[in-house]
Nanobody, 111 residues
């Protein structure tokens, strides 16, 4: 199974982006999925996670109330809706399912 995160780009502060994490070559339906990010000069940090059935979510304090994680198991895809973005959210965003990591997608928030 491979995961690919996409949907990153450049957005102004206060704007929104929606990231997707698509699985191919298999399914991640039985795995919890998560999003992480790594900002410039920073370590990779946890952002959000969602249970396999999508009924339980958890968020880092830094994004709580602004980001929403979701998934569509029929589409084998996870999502991260990001609102009220700030320059501090600039990072490469990664998704994972179980022990599988996807390639990151760059989000740049301009002030």
């Amino acid at each position: 199974v491979q995961l690919q995160a996409f949907g990153g780009g450049v957005v102004q502060a206060g704007g929104s982006l929606r990231l997707s994490c698509a699985a191919s070559g298999g399914t991640v339906r039985t795995y919890a999925m998560g999003w992480f990010r790594q900002g410039p000069g920073k370590e990779r940090e946890f952002i959000a996670a969602i249970s396999s059935r999508g009924d339980i979510t958890t968020y880092a304090e830094s994004v709580k109330g602004r980001f929403t994680i979701s998934r569509d198991n029929a589409e084998n895809t996870g999502y991260l809706q990001m609102n009220s973005l700030t320059p501090e959210d600039t990072a490469v965003y990664y998704c994972n399912g179980g022990v599988i990591w996807g390639q990151g997608t760059l989000v740049t928030v301009s002030s």
